[in-house]
């Protein structure tokens, strides 16, 4: 069966720099486009990025645009957010989601705290 498990969030000081993954299984992954989201407390889930296939594209909410990467490792199953100069409104659980025939797959989500 599907699975995506996210790794590496934690708690940041304003500036700082995290770096979250997402390992995927039970589907061919390098076919499939990747979408790292995140959800805030009382608001609604917004996408954040998302990247191609092969990882040549890639888009970003304007949110983050200039501050977070993302990326992928076909060889390892695993899509990545490199993110940088974190605000603290950027502090929300972040979730990776693959979209496989028209049906949502996500992760369990991380928690991102950006606080000083």
């Known amino acids: 069966q599907v699975q995506l498990v996210e790794s590496g969030g934690g708690l940041v000081q304003p500036g700082g720099s995290l770096r979250l993954s997402c390992a995927a299984s039970?589907?061919?992954?390098?076919?499939?486009?990747m979408n790292w989201y995140r959800q805030a407390p009382g608001k609604e889930r917004e996408l954040v990025a998302a990247i191609g296939r092969v990882g040549i594209s890639t888009n970003y909410a304007d949110s983050v645009a200039g501050r977070f990467t993302i990326s992928r490792d076909n060889s390892k199953n695993t899509v990545y957010l490199q993110m940088n100069s974190l605000k603290p409104e950027d502090t929300a659980v972040y979730y990776c989601?693959?979209?496989?025939?028209?049906?949502?797959?996500w992760g369990q989500g991380t928690q991102v705290t950006v606080s000083s």
């Open positions: 989601k693959a979209t496989i025939m028209r049906a949502d797959y």
């Open positions: 039970g589907f061919a992954f390098k076919n499939y486009a």
